[in-house]
């Protein structure tokens, strides 16, 4: 059955980093694009990057301010997002999701989803 299972969060001081996993299973990796979203406390989810499944683009949140790198190994069928000067408000529960092909910023278009990364940016 198709999977998507996040791990890398945690507790980190503001500054810091974190390299968050997003490990693929039970369905044909190269076929999608995967998506990380974040929801933080008492706010809706938004979408924070996202790679296309073949020809790598990518895309951020403009909150993100060049913190952010998304990037995807074919071999492992996990896709990272790399998390650098972290801030409080970086703060949420982080998931992947996949859509076939393309990225949308358009949620239900995601069609499966993890069960989330808690990531705690708090001194």
């Known amino acids: 059955q198709v999977q998507l299972v996040e791990s890398g969060g945690g507790l980190v001081q503001p500054g810091g980093s974190l390299t968050l996993s997003c490990a693929a299973s039970?369905?044909?990796?190269?076929?999608?694009?995967i998506g990380w979203f974040r929801q933080a406390p008492g706010k809706e989810r938004e979408r924070v990057s996202c790679?296309?499944?073949?020809?790598?683009?990518?895309y951020y949140v403009d909150s993100s301010e060049d913190r952010f790198i998304i990037s995807r190994d074919r071999a492992k069928k996990t896709v990272y997002l790399r998390v650098s000067s972290l801030k409080p408000e970086d703060t949420g529960n982080y998931y992947c999701?996949?859509?076939?092909?393309?990225?949308?910023?358009?949620?239900?278009?995601?069609?499966?989803w993890g069960q989330g990364t808690q990531v705690t940016v708090s001194s």
């Open positions: 999701a996949r859509r076939p092909a393309y990225c949308s910023t358009v949620m239900s278009e995601y069609d499966y």
């Open positions: 039970g369905f044909t990796f190269d076929d999608y694009a």
């Open positions: 790679i296309t499944s073949t020809d790598l683009r990518t």
